[in-house]
């Protein structure tokens, strides 16, 4: 992969060229070319490629038996990244023009699972597995669009799983029955915003780096299908999560505002968060009818809970109960702070989609029409 990265004027407005320095604090962007006027439709602010090569590999292999059916994978990686700068910027002069440092990560990984058939209508699955792998391009850079810089301590992710399941077959009725466990370790993010205070008097953009984060994620599925009649049927789906954060990761933020660079706050106190990113409870309900004369209809009503809103790791450190002097403030009350700290959640919310469609046969070809109607109720989303 090569990926090109740049801002560029798409409109200027009646102006006669965007002057490529920064306005606040009167540096150039590019100081291999000061005080350039860039015109409509060039590239400004910050201009550099990021490198990916990935080679990969693996094996499997796969057994059946009258009763057991098992396959054992294992697979090996070996993942490149690389900055390379087309603008010397004008914040890191020395650490931004040309290619960076050269990263090389060795991701592994084995996975393995056996199935039971104790007869043809019960049936029990088991598997495991555990992956390293790379971290993603835009978690590796703590800063790309400025500079080479790299997360500190950065690491392969390390991924563990495990699943096991009851499935029923009849005629009648399909079920599925599943409960999982994983786990992610020494995960990276990286978030970008503007910070009032932190670190020095003055507003600075600043890049906020949660380093070596542990993830948890343990929950149960079922999902059932009854034909009832040659034309109806019905099914009904339930998922039950719990995904949460499984230790207390290490923050720092780094900034051209800052003396040295980079502000360390030590532990955030993440553990047993909720991880935001989707509801992690879901149910759903619904039937078909398919006409012999080829027209059907379908519904389904789903509801959601338990979707988080994602905290500030910031104010989960020492900062968020220290005065500018380093020690904790006079009137500090632990009740509010509880309070304050407290995860938010959305309300939970449903949704109902109505489907229906007809086909028609003519001579050797098919022709058809789909409808879909989707109903969305939320309160506070």
């Known amino acids: 992969l090569k990926s090109e990265h740049f801002a560029e004027s798409i409109d200027l407005w009646g102006g006669s060229g965007y002057l490529n320095v920064d306005s606040f604090e009167g540096l150039q962007f590019d100081e291999l070319n000061p005080n350039r006027i860039a015109g409509e439709g060039e590239k400004i602010r910050y201009n550099f490629n990021l490198y990916s090569d990935i080679i990969s590999g693996f094996v499997q292999g796969q057994f059946k038996y009258n009763k057991f059916d098992f396959y054992v994978s294992a697979t090996v990686t070996n993942t490149q990244y690389q900055r390379e700068g087309l603008y010397q910027n004008g914040f890191y002069p020395d650490n931004s023009f040309g290619k960076g440092e050269k990263l090389s990560f060795t991701g592994i990984g084995a996975k393995t699972g056996v199935t039971y058939k104790l007869s043809g209508k019960h049936l029990f699955n088991f598997n495991a597995g555990y992956l390293t792998k790379a971290p993603s391009l835009r978690n590796t850079f703590s800063n790309s669009r400025e500079n080479h810089n790299i997360v500190s301590g950065i690491t ?121 990113g989707g509801p992690q409870q879901a149910y759903s309900i619904g039937f078909e009818y398919r006409d012999p004369d080829y027209w059907w209809i379908g519904a389904t009503a789903n509801f959601f809970d338990d979707t988080y809103i994602d905290v500030s790791p910031l104010t989960r450190t020492k900062n968020f109960y220290l005065d500018s002097d380093g020690l904790p403030f006079n009137d500090y009350d632990e009740d509010l702070a509880r309070e304050l700290l407290k995860q938010e959640k959305f309300d939970s919310y449903a949704s109902v989609n109505l489907i229906g469609g007809k086909s028609w046969k003519i001579d050797d070809y098919y022709i058809g029409f789909l409808s879909l109607i989707h109903i969305w109720r939320c309160r506070r989303c």
Request: proline fraction near 2%; avoid cysteine; charge should be negative.
């Open 156 to 276: 392969e992710e390390k991924m563990s799983t495990i699943d096991a399941s009851y499935i029923f077959r009849s005629p009648i009725i399909k079920a599925r029955f599943t409960g999982y466990y994983s786990k992610i370790e020494d995960a990276n993010e990286i978030s970008f915003y503007y910070a009032d205070g932190v670190g020095g008097d003055n507003t600075a953009f600043v890049q906020e780096i949660l380093q070596g984060i542990d993830k948890r994620q343990i929950g149960a599925e079922i999902g059932i299908e009854a034909k009832v009649t040659p034309t109806i049927l019905l099914k009904g789906v339930a998922s039950i999560g719990q995904f949460t954060y499984d230790n207390n990761p290490n923050l720092y933020l780094t900034s051209s505002a800052f003396e040295d660079g980079r502000f360390d706050f030590g532990e955030s106190t993440l553990k047993d968060y909720r991880v935001a």
